[in-house]
């Protein structure tokens, strides 16, 4: 059986993660591994469920909350090029789960090709849009996926088509581990008017998301169709500031941070917000960020 040990050379201990999610808080990972093919990736996934390891994946961080203990366990890290390849074929594209979907949003719009460019803006890796099925008013990104290959936690790897997987309102049915790779069926279109519409959608969101300041976009998951940030805002609680963290007086379903903030700071303000939502509106607000 092998031990971690044997990844000495893609391994860092207690490796602080704050630099690598938006947010910019919180502690380190007991063991940060950063394999470098989907072999050592396997390897890494096997020696853990073998070892009963606790594993956890990491995007681009961007939709994540890591608390001040920072993770027990092994922190995983798909940066190597073999995890962020794109292709296009056709109106096929595939791409890995490393990849930035603005990355792949950009390198098909350049081909050509409409689908995806209702997302522009949002950020995250292919890996973490599918698993929260990333988007907002004007689409998501299931509704182009046409396959998703996955890797177990036991190591195993298989392959998900369209007709066995599902999409709702930022969830997915895809329960495994990691997601390796995904194909998206897009249709062809036209460069310029394609581009009118990204440039249109990035300026609404501009307009109304505080999208210079460090956040971890939307908090809150909207229930049943109500804004999350219109009950956040009627609570009172826009400009709301623990330490160096703050609900943003632009949407107050994003928390912004400074370099002072604390996890705890923003842990403070989301438990501020969901008791007082609770209390005046009778709502119980799910979060949409994942918190470590
Ligand atoms: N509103 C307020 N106060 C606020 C924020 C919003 O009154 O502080 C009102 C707005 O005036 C508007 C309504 O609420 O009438 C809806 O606001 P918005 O258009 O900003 O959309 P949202 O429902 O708050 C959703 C997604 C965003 C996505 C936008 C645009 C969720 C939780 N949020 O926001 O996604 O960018 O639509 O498509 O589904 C994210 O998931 O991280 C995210 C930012």
């Given at each position: 059986m092998s031990s971690l040990a044997d990844f000495s050379e893609i391994t860092q201990r207690e490796?602080?993660?704050?630099?690598?999610?938006?947010?910019?808080?919180?502690g380190p990972a007991e063991y940060l591994l950063e394999p470098r093919s989907v072999e050592e990736l396997v390897a890494v996934v096997r020696c853990?469920?073998?070892?009963d390891v606790?594993?956890?994946?990491?995007?681009?961080?961007?939709?994540?909350?890591?608390?001040?203990?920072?993770?027990?366990?092994v922190v995983l890290r798909m940066t190597a090029e073999a995890f962020g390849e794109i292709t296009v074929d056709g109106t096929t594209v595939t791409a890995g789960a490393g990849a930035l979907l603005s990355h792949v949003i950009s390198?098909?719009?350049?081909?050509?090709?409409?689908?995806?460019?209702?997302?522009?803006?949002?950020?995250?890796?292919?890996?973490?849009?599918?698993?929260?099925?990333?988007?907002g008013r004007s689409g998501?990104?299931?509704?182009?996926?046409?396959?998703?290959?996955?890797?177990?936690?036991?190591?195993e790897q298989f392959t998900r088509t369209e007709d066995e997987l599902s999409f709702g309102y930022r969830q997915s049915s895809i329960n495994e581990l990691l997601v390796l790779h995904c194909t998206f069926g897009l249709a062809e279109g036209n460069?310029?008017?394609?581009?009118?519409?990204?440039?249109?959608?990035?300026?609404?969101?501009?307009?109304?998301?505080?999208?210079?300041?460090?956040s971890a976009g939307c908090i809150f998951k909207n229930p049943r169709g109500i804004s999350a940030g219109s009950l956040v805002e009627q609570a009172g609680l826009k400009g709301e500031q623990v330490g160096g963290a703050r609900i943003s007086d632009r949407h107050a379903n994003f928390i912004v941070t400074d370099s002072e903030a604390t996890a705890d700071d923003v842990q403070t303000l989301i438990e501020?917000?969901?008791?007082?939502?609770?209390?005046?509106?009778?709502?119980d607000l799910e979060l949409e960020i994942r918190i470590w």
């Open positions: 490796r602080s993660l704050a630099e690598w999610t938006w947010l910019k808080v919180g853990c469920h073998d070892n606790p594993l956890q994946v990491l995007g681009s961080g961007s939709n994540l909350l890591v608390g001040e203990a920072g993770v027990r366990g390198h098909t719009v350049r081909a050509g090709l409409v689908g995806l460019e209702t997302l522009v803006g949002i950020p995250g890796t292919v890996g973490g849009a599918l698993l929260g099925n990333a988007g998501d990104v299931g509704q182009t996926v046409r396959s998703v290959t996955v890797l177990t936690a036991a190591g460069v310029e008017e394609t581009l009118k519409r990204m440039r249109k959608l990035w300026i609404m969101r501009k307009a109304t998301q505080p999208m210079s300041q460090q501020t917000a969901r008791r007082r939502v609770a209390e005046q509106f009778g709502v």
